[in-house]
């Protein structure tokens, strides 16, 4: 069985603040990658036609990795701070079939 955890997180942003979002989003993921081992992989996205529909696809090595994501200093100050742009949030645990990059 596979530890690592992967899911896909959908987010509307309200689009008065997405330029602020995109920024904390930018700097939250940067500070995961860098300074958390256990998080593999955060690739952020945004719909062509909706900029503001913003999705994630977050792996973890384990639940440890991610529970000591969540509750990071740096994930939970882009959590205090963009509450009020997030109009939704969807979590989607999904199984990894091939995730490859070059």
């Known amino acids: 069985m596979d530890p690592r955890i992967v899911r896909q997180a959908k987010l509307d942003i ?5 330029a602020e979002y995109l920024g904390l989003l930018k700097e939250e993921i940067e500070a995961s990658i860098q300074l ?3 998080v593999t ?3 952020a996205t945004a719909r062509q ?3 503001h529909k913003v999705d994630l696809l977050e792996v973890y090595a384990s639940q440890a ?3 000591a994501h ?3 200093p740096h994930f939970l100050k882009y959590k205090a701070a963009t509450l009020h742009m997030v109009r939704s949030l ?3 645990e ?3 079939i091939l995730l490859a990059s070059k």
């Open 14 to 18: 309200n689009p008065a603040h997405l």
């Open 36 to 38: 958390e081992p256990g």
């Open 41 to 43: 992989m955060l690739h």
């Open 49 to 51: 036609d909706a900029p």
């Open 65 to 67: 990795a991610y529970e």
């Open 70 to 72: 969540i509750t990071s």
């Open 90 to 92: 969807e979590l989607v």
């Open 94 to 96: 999904v199984d990894p």
